[in-house]
């Protein structure tokens, strides 16, 4: 028999369409091998050019996830730095559509190629069919791989901001964590929720320290903008509560220029807050993420739901008649270990009746930690959408992009450690006249390292 310049033989080629077993045949290597290595139809039987084109897209395509698999064993950060940046993620959804439409004219070319007219009648509608199905199929993964890049970028272009990377302080990360009912029309509300998010940069440990809204006195560190009109702390002479300095903040906007300025990712009201819980606890905040709590609900309805144990019974919604009691309420959260959608657990952490601040300020921390600690990947991975459109709704943070994958690796890492917590409420703290050596230490020692036996 003999052969074509490109090797392929006369029957592949130059068929003997009188034939319909040998035809038949012939439709289904050209079908399976556009399934198996897109081009190579194009090569044995068709335009050469386009079919060396598809071969090499396809290795190369290969090629990327290998070197993808291999490189998140070898350099588990870096790759997720790649996979989360915006520019990266741009490219590879440009690329994933190329490549899913060019797999889509390989198809047809290939049922082209294949002459289905001249097969036997009865394999017609099979061989058609399975070069559809799985045309719909690899190509309709390829296009779902480029949506979600799409969402993923839209969602990172839309809350992180475009800083560069940062080393770790005393070989931590610590985020300062505000959280309140902070919708675009309320940014002047005080913060109803402080935290501080603090994690070992190197096994991920995480630590979640609450400071109360309504501590007083708050220190400034020489240095910060506040500490010329406050150089005892913050005492306006009355009832100076740490939440009033995020309103201050907001009407001293000189105190922080940089803060107002259009390239800005911070405000004064946020940066006044940052000094004042580094003043607090002794440690630097190198980020801030400031939360609306509406979209912590969405984020928990996104995940299914969070579990949580209540301790008390507490009203959904409502208010309080003269005597203290709830009216008006729209239903109960029970005693007892429960899983919470996001509009249950929004109020678990809101709350009031029959409960103190730091109640208040105990659930709302039971509701972050729910969150840090809960975080299924597989969950986030078949949720992602919902996942990535609730995780926009954060309203601020200066978290780069470029610190993403870091943390994400570091999100990961944490999954196998204990969340430790502090609240530094009464009785261990005096919220009038708080002893901040002694915070200080508290929170030196809730952060350190854990010792290991060996």
């Not at 150089?231 to 002479?237: A, D």
């Not at 201050?248 to 004042?276: K, V, W």
């Not at 939360?291 to 579990?307: N, P, Q, V, Y």
């Not at 109960?332 to 249950?344: A, H, L, N, P, S």
């Amino acid at each position: 028999m003999s052969a074509t310049r490109s090797g392929a033989p006369n029957a592949v080629r130059n068929p003997d369409v009188s034939s319909p077993r040998l035809m038949t045949k012939r439709a289904w290597w050209l079908v399976g091998l556009n399934v198996l290595a897109p081009g190579s139809a194009q090569v044995l039987a068709g335009n050469r050019k386009l079919g060396r084109f598809g071969l090499r897209t396809t290795f190369l395509l290969w090629f990327l996830i290998i070197a993808l698999v291999v490189a998140a064993i070898l350099a588990r950060v870096a790759v997720l730095g790649v996979l989360t940046n915006s520019i990266a993620l741009i490219v590879v959804q440009v690329l994933l559509v190329l490549y899913a439409v060019l797999w889509i004219c390989l198809t047809l070319d290939t049922l082209r190629l294949a002459r289905l007219g001249r097969a036997k009648p009865a394999a017609r509608t099979g061989i058609a069919l399975f070069a559809v199905v799985l045309m719909v199929v690899t190509s309709g993964v390829v296009a779902s791989g480029a949506y979600y890049a799409g969402v993923t970028r839209t969602a990172i272009d839309k809350v992180f901001s475009g800083g560069t990377y940062a080393d770790p302080i005393d070989g931590r990360y610590n985020i300062l964590l505000l959280g309140g009912d902070a919708g675009p029309d309320r940014m002047g509300l005080r913060p109803d929720s402080i935290s501080v998010i603090s994690i070992d940069a190197n096994t991920g440990a995480t630590t979640i320290i609450g400071i109360p809204r309504n501590m007083q006195k708050a220190p400034f560190v020489d240095g910060s903008p506040l500490y010329g009109p406050y150089p005892n702390g913050y005492n306006c002479g009355n009832n100076c509560l740490i939440s009033y300095l995020y309103t201050y903040g907001q009407e001293h906007p000189d105190l922080y220029p940089n803060a107002t300025s259009a390239s800005s990712d911070s405000q004064p009201g946020i940066e006044a807050m940052r000094d004042a819980a580094e003043g607090v606890l002794g440690i630097t905040l190198q980020y801030y993420v400031l939360i609306d709590m509406k979209g912590f609900s969405d984020l928990i309805d996104a995940l299914g739901g969070i579990t949580i144990t209540s301790t008390e019974r507490l009203p959904i919604n409502g208010g309080e008649d003269s005597n203290g009691q709830p009216i008006n309420v729209d239903g109960w959260i029970e005693k007892g270990t429960q899983k919470m959608d996001g509009y249950t657990a929004l109020w678990y952490a809101r709350a009031r009746h029959g409960t103190s601040d730091y109640d208040r300020m105990r659930r709302q921390r039971d509701v972050q930690s729910a969150i840090l600690t809960q975080f299924d990947p597989t969950n986030v991975l078949t949720k992602f959408e919902a996942v990535a459109k609730a995780g926009s709704k954060v309203v601020k943070t200066d978290i780069p992009q470029v610190m993403l994958g870091k943390f994400v690796d570091l999100g990961t890492k944490a999954k196998n450690q204990k969340l430790t917590k502090l609240e530094l409420s009464p009785p261990t703290v005096n919220m009038i006249t708080p002893d901040f050596a002694n915070i200080k230490t508290l929170v030196a020692k809730a952060i350190a390292p854990i010792k290991t036996g060996g």
